[in-house]
T-cell receptor
């Protein structure tokens, strides 16, 4: 089925470790983004991309890095994990930056990350 | 700065009763608005959206929402709730003047009593 695929679904890291959360979409969407979801805070934008080779920071970019070498993939890298990065991470894609297309933003099922 | 407020953290309704979830925004521009639903352990699914035209919009699963510019609100409604509607609901707002980046509310958790 077409959609956004995130891996892994669950991950436990030790403080200071690095890792990459994977996100892939097969809908040929130009716009992709990463959010983190924390209780009582909704979703906050980490980084986004408006096309291959173009990325920009969102609301909470510190401690995260992204790149967009292909239209399909948008990995999120944690450079040196901290307990404050314990969260659920969602990747989303849309054919338009505004998400006003017929399907809005399509979200992956999330990665639950715990940093100990 | 732009913000989105969902005043109710939790709402409990009886099955078959009507539902209204509130969303208020603070934007210095003409916004476009979304409601998303999230079932436990799942990603977000689009219920409906508004960006222009008729201020009463219909969505999936029998939901509707009304954009009221004078009240800066975009409340979500359903006339008769089903047990399967139990989930968390998020309002999101964006505007071209703010780079089209969406700002999400904190969410409202809906519980349905049988």
């Amino acid at each position: 089925n077409a959609g956004v695929t995130q891996t892994p679904k669950f991950q436990v890291l030790k403080t200071g470790q690095s890792m990459t959360l994977q996100c892939a979409q097969d809908m040929n969407h130009e716009y992709m983004s990463w959010y983190r979801q924390d209780p009582g805070m909704g979703l906050r934008l980490i980084h986004y991309s408006v096309g291959a080779g173009i990325t920009d920071q969102g609301e909470v970019p510190n401690g995260y890095n992204v790149s967009r070498s292909t239209t399909e993939d948008f990995p999120l890298r944690l450079l040196s994990a901290a307990p404050s990065q314990t969260s659920v991470y969602f990747c989303a894609s849309s054919y338009s930056l505004s998400g006003t297309g017929s399907r809005g933003y399509t979200f992956g099922s999330g990665t639950r990350l715990t940093v100990v | 700065a732009q913000s989105v407020t969902q005043p109710d953290i939790h709402i409990t309704v009886s099955e078959g009763a009507s539902l209204e979830l509130r969303c208020n925004y603070s934007y210095g521009a003409t916004p476009y608005l979304f409601w998303y639903v999230q079932s436990p352990g799942q990603g977000l699914q689009l219920l409906l959206k508004y960006f222009s035209g008729d201020t009463l919009v219909q969505g999936i699963k029998g939901f509707e929402a009304e954009f009221k510019r004078s009240q800066s609100s975009f409340n979500l409604r359903k006339p008769s709730v089903h047990w399967s509607d139990a989930a968390e609901y998020f309002c999101a707002v964006g505007a071209m003047e703010y780079g089209n980046k969406l700002v999400f509310g904190a969410g409202t958790i809906l519980r349905v009593k049988s």
